[in-house]
């Protein structure tokens, strides 16, 4: 039995476009071949557990086979799809691929592949542009809110209100991740990184701290990983909202503080709104 998620198999059934039973551009008889190769009866009976279909032969076969047979597969899969895409001139989603191309090696056991560390001078030298705040998906009711916030949280960066600008860039966070999370409940449910509470049940999203919307909203692929590590900084300075918190840090937030701080903003709105 493999270990493949829930949430890994979101993002495969997504990339081997699986949808409606098929399996990328798979006819049986090549369906058939490809799994031969992998010593694999596909449209044998032991594979038929939910079903004919290709897609269906699919997900018995991730439930029932090793780890290291399933990623071979997967991998093999994914070099198809990318295959067809180029040969097709049709554009690959570079973000699912990447995600599923992961899961595989993990379940082949390779390394998880390093990102070069990105400092803060470096995040804040890439350029993200803000999406339009009503394209976000979040409720309507939250948009006036947010542009709202948005617009004083500029206007104090003109005007050098360091601490608020820190403050309203913390709130307009976690408001689009909360957001976020509440339109797609069982995909944020679902992750490993979920807050359990004492008997081992998940949280309600309301009751979710910022630190825990950010660390699975980043599980589940809504938030970049460079994103991820520098919103906890904005986590952090966020808590200067209270007085006594800034007096035992012995730290005052100034202008290039406030450039970190909107920079994630932006970068964590470019992400919910899928443009990056």
């Known amino acids: ?31 058939d071949e490809f799994f031969k190769r992998h010593g694999v009866n596909i449209h044998g009976p032991k594979y038929q557990t939910y079903g004919s279909s290709k897609a269906k032969k699919l997900r018995a076969f991730w439930e029932q086979e090793s780890d290291a047979l399933v990623g071979q597969v997967l991998s093999e899969m994914l070099d198809l799809y990318q295959a067809n895409c180029e040969i097709n001139h049709t554009p690959i989603d570079e973000p699912i691929l990447a995600r599923a191309r992961a899961i595989a090696d993990r379940l082949v056991g390779k390394p998880p592949k390093a990102e070069p560390s990105k400092g803060v001078d470096d995040f804040l030298d890439q350029e993200f542009s803000l999406p339009k705040v009503r394209k976000l998906p979040l409720e309507a009711a939250i948009f006036p809110i947010i542009e709202s916030r ?20 913390g709130s307009i966070l976690e408001a689009i991740l909360l957001g976020r999370a509440q339109r797609s409940p069982a995909l944020f449910n679902r992750s490993s990184a979920s807050p359990k509470d004492s008997a081992g049940k998940v949280k309600r999203l309301p009751e979710w701290t910022l630190a825990q919307l950010i660390d699975v909203a980043t599980d589940v692929g809504v938030l970049k990983p460079d994103v991820q590590k520098f919103s906890h900084g904005l986590r952090d300075f966020r808590n200067y909202i209270h007085p006594y918190e800034q007096l035992a840090s012995s730290f005052t937030p100034d202008a290039h503080t406030a450039r970190v701080c909107f920079q994630v903003l932006k970068a964590a709105l470019a992400s919910v709104a899928g443009e990056r």
Do not use: N, P, Q
């Not at 039995?1 to 090549?30: P, Q």
């Open 150 to 169: 948005l617009d004083e949280a500029r206007k104090a960066l003109k005007v050098g209100a360091h601490l608020s600008v820190v403050v309203l860039c």
């Open 1 to 31: 039995m493999s270990s493949l998620t829930g949430i890994d198999k979101r993002y495969l059934e997504e990339v081997l476009a699986m949808g409606h039973g098929y399996v990328l551009d798979f006819s049986d008889a090549t369906f």
